[in-house]
């Protein structure tokens, strides 16, 4: 296993536990059992080859397809949700189909072209990813669905698609959903009001009266070393806790931000090292191959996941709904993050076990 891994992972949840108990001090304790369960749930499937998450691919996709077709019939929505239907409920079960999805497409994609190869399978491959952008797209899930779109062209890119088959690909997309494109917003007008609101938002933001100019200016209070969780309560974040970064920054400063980005560097930094192991593999097995395309594509899951609702704390991108992967609160979200911490477990773990005995290339803070 990877200790870098593991030290992200606890970095991130303790953030978490510390913007929750700030934000929402009433949560913190249903936070930190879900959170506990999580870093189990990491540890226990980390134990697991990549052959199994390989094998179980195609099944875990079915099944989120057909959860995501539940959810214009039965899902249910939430009172900030604005009409839209994300969430299914089965008695005290409560979960979000297409955090599933994200993961789903993450291990068919790396099950379809390990055991297919890239050669003239950009269709098949192409088809499976807009299928399921598509289902999530007519929730509507305008953020997650853009996400599952960016995570199938990097999947594609890691199994060794060449750049200008993917070009063509964006291009051939952009000429078919721009027509499509002014029905879609006519239709879900909650879209086009986030998008003006956000350009139109800068005179409000200067006094801090939104939420984004709310959280800048707690960022500031927080300073260096932050006021302590004992200061300002955070009512205005609401339980989804999508500005969470901002609570963390008021709580401990820039050094816990500092340690957030840190956090998801380290992730980003032990997935790359799978790929590069696994490129050094002779003979490049079908495993070896998908254990390189799972890393990747699970470290995409996370870090794409928290780049976007960073920039939306900074303003730069319009209020999408996404939560801090590891950080926020919520199980879905938390759940579908631990198992793709324990898929870059695995890659790592199944590519070192490969490499020839004479080439010690290796993270210094690994074990397996």
């Known amino acids: 296993m990877s200790v870098q891994l593991i030290i992200a992972q606890i970095i991130l949840m303790s953030l978490g536990l510390l913007g929750i108990a700030t934000a929402e001090p009433d949560k913190i304790l249903d936070h930190g059992g879900k959170a506990l369960i999580a870093i189990v749930l990491t540890l226990m499937l980390a134990r697991l080859r990549p052959r199994a998450f390989l094998r179980v691919g195609p099944w875990f996709w079915g099944f989120t397809l057909f959860l995501l077709l539940l959810v214009p019939f039965i899902g249910v929505g939430t009172a900030e949700s604005e009409g839209t239907r994300r969430w299914l409920e089965f008695g005290p079960v409560r979960f979000q189909p297409s955090e599933l999805g994200k993961l789903g497409l993450v291990l068919m994609l790396a099950s379809f072209f390990a055991r297919r190869g890239v050669q003239k399978k950009l269709i098949s491959a192409t088809g499976m990813i807009l299928l399921t952008t598509i289902l ?51 239709r879900h007008p909650y879209i086009m009001s986030r998008l003006t609101s956000h350009k139109d938002a800068e005179q409000i933001r200067e006094i801090g009266l939104d939420q984004i100019g709310m959280a800048h200016r707690d960022l500031n209070f927080g300073g260096l070393w932050g006021q302590g969780p004992d200061g300002l309560r955070f009512n205005y974040f609401g339980e989804h806790t999508d500005m969470i970064v901002a609570s963390i920054g008021f709580t401990s400063g820039l050094l816990g931000v500092a340690m957030l980005l840190f956090a998801y560097w380290l992730i980003v930094a032990t997935a790359l090292e799978v790929a590069h192991l696994a490129s050094r593999v002779r003979p490049m097995t079908p495993e070896i191959h998908g254990a390189s395309i799972l890393a990747i594509g699970a470290m995409f899951m996370i870090v794409g996941q928290a780049f976007v609702n960073l920039c939306v704390a900074a303003g730069v991108f319009p209020v999408t709904g996404v939560p801090l992967p590891l950080v926020s609160y919520g199980f879905s979200s938390m759940l579908t993050m631990s198992l793709a911490m324990a898929i870059i477990h695995s890659a790592m773990r199944e590519v070192r076990r490969h490499l020839p005995e004479e080439s010690p290339d290796a993270l210094p803070l690994s074990a397996d």
């Open 136 to 186: 999530v797209l007519v929730q509507p899930d305008l953020g997650t669905s853009v996400l599952m779109f960016g995570l199938g062209i990097i999947l594609m890119y890691a199994a060794g698609v060449r750049i200008s088959n993917i070009s063509g690909l964006l291009l051939a997309i952009t000429m078919m959903i721009l027509p499509l494109l002014g029905t879609y917003l006519e």
